[in-house]
């Protein structure tokens, strides 16, 4: 037992969990495995922040990369991690899969940068329209222009339009008509967070823009914003390191997770 309990005493070394029958395979970050004579029901209860993506497999969410909607109903869909490995989730657990996603993931860079959504959010999904546009507040000129090339780069397919404050946004969005709102807006909380917010709130309090999946951005310092954020309806609030390579790569972790997800054409299906 004692070698049991020290085999999943780090959680955060260990990628995903593989269960053969009464025996489960232990995949470790460094490559190495073990298998262990207890089933995984046993590692289910023993890992709570693990999730059970299929009667084989049980994952930790800091290494899910990405997701693949099932293709069709009565089809499975695909958890992809980030050491490469492509699982299968079975049918019945992908809307359970997305909502626990949603409570559990956390995309972190060595523990510095933490992504947060709200489990209220759950239920809001973005329109059936104009999901290639992206709308990203930043006033700090570095970040915004990492930002841009940034999408350029990985999501072509997404136009980009940044504004270097949160009122010229409002403008912009209280101007466009229904069929021209972007997919997907970034507000960058900057040195002014509480005007932000306030842009925020109007943006959640708006009937024509609240389904908009919102994103709060912050440095990591600002810890606080995070529970205003959801108090005034963001759909996730980011945490982010300072230094400009960190921020790229939690940007990117962030936007790989959000871009998918409001394009997948079953999204919106999902979460309803």
Not at 134 to 153: F, S, T
Request: proline share 7%; charged share 20%; glycine share 6%.
């Amino acid at each position: 037992m004692s070698c049991i309990l020290d085999s999943i005493r780090q959680p955060l070394q260990i990628v995903y969990l593989q269960g053969a029958s009464n025996y489960t395979w232990i995949h470790y970050r460094d490559g190495q495995k073990l298998l262990l004579s207890k089933p995984l029901l046993y590692f289910e209860t023993a890992l709570p922040n693990f999730l059970r993506v299929h009667k084989t497999a049980l994952v930790n969410p800091r290494y899910i990369q990405d997701v693949t909607a099932p293709p069709r109903r009565k089809m499975p869909g695909h958890i992809h991690l980030t050491n490469g490995i492509t699982l299968p989730v079975g049918r019945r657990r992908w809307h359970p899969l997305l909502q626990d996603i949603h409570q559990a993931v956390q995309l972190s860079d060595e523990g510095r940068t933490t992504f947060y959504t709200h489990p209220a959010t759950r239920a809001e999904s973005t329109q059936p329209i104009a999901r290639q546009r992206l709308y990203v507040a930043m006033a700090n000129e570095i970040k915004a222009g990492l930002v841009r090339q940034l999408i350029e780069d990985h999501w072509p397919e997404w136009g980009i339009h940044v504004f270097d404050s949160g009122s010229g946004l409002l403008k912009t969005l209280a101007a466009s008509e229904e069929t021209s709102l972007p997919g997907m807006i970034l507000l960058d909380a900057g040195p002014q967070p509480a005007r932000s917010l306030s842009v925020l709130e109007t943006i959640k309090n708006a009937g024509k823009l609240k389904r908009i999946p919102t994103l709060l951005m912050a440095e990591a310092d600002h810890g606080d914003l995070v529970e205003q954020g959801y108090a005034v309806g963001a759909n996730s609030v980011i945490l982010h390191p300072t230094h400009p390579s960190h921020f790229v790569q939690a940007l990117e972790r962030v936007c790989r997770y959000w871009l998918r997800m409001v394009s997948a054409p079953r999204f919106a299906g999902c979460l309803n």
